[in-house]
């Protein structure tokens, strides 16, 4: 039953043009990240295969509460599986800030140019999409995911697994 629900939402809820799991993917390469470093990239660039795709932001109250789950769901994951975006406008330093209080180990990203709202159909934070290797959106969670969630950790693991 979850899985369809996840299905329904993605369909209804995906940018226009796109479909899920069918056709090109979305354009991620008009998205610019940058890490803890300050080193920029396309966010395209950060996706070599099934990636989870997580966005988020400090002034988010749900990510509050998200965040250390997802940094606990994290841990069984490859490199490269998931990556994290704040869509914060203010400085990075209360991205790491905001992270370390929660104790949260995730490496995150930061939103510097475009709109990942915009090229996702994102309509509200946290929002947690996956992509498959065309970058097509395959699933979709607008709100929180419960990361602890046997059922959900199943899912996913079994969508970035292709």
Not at 85 to 108: C, F, K, M, P
């Amino acid at each position: 039953m979850r899985i369809f629900r996840n299905l329904l939402i993605a369909t209804a809820l995906l940018a226009p043009g796109v479909a899920s799991g069918q056709g090109a993917g979305v354009d991620l390469s008009t998205v610019t990240v940058r890490d803890a470093a300050g080193e920029r990239a396309a966010l395209a660039d950060l996706v070599a295969g099934p990636t989870i795709l997580h966005f988020w932001a400090t002034w988010c109250l749900p990510c509050l509460e998200e965040l250390p789950q997802l940094d606990a769901f994290a841990e069984g994951l490859e490199p490269g599986e998931l990556v994290v975006v704040s869509v914060d406008t203010a400085g990075y330093e209360r991205i790491a800030d905001y992270l370390s209080d929660l104790g949260v180990a995730l490496d995150s990203h930061q939103q510097v140019e475009g709109n990942v709202g915009s090229v996702l159909g994102i309509l509200g934070y946290p929002s947690t999409v996956v992509v498959d290797e065309t970058r097509a959106v395959i699933w979709r969670q607008q709100g929180s995911v419960d990361w602890a969630d046997a059922d959900i950790a199943e899912e996913i693991g079994a969508l970035i697994a292709q």
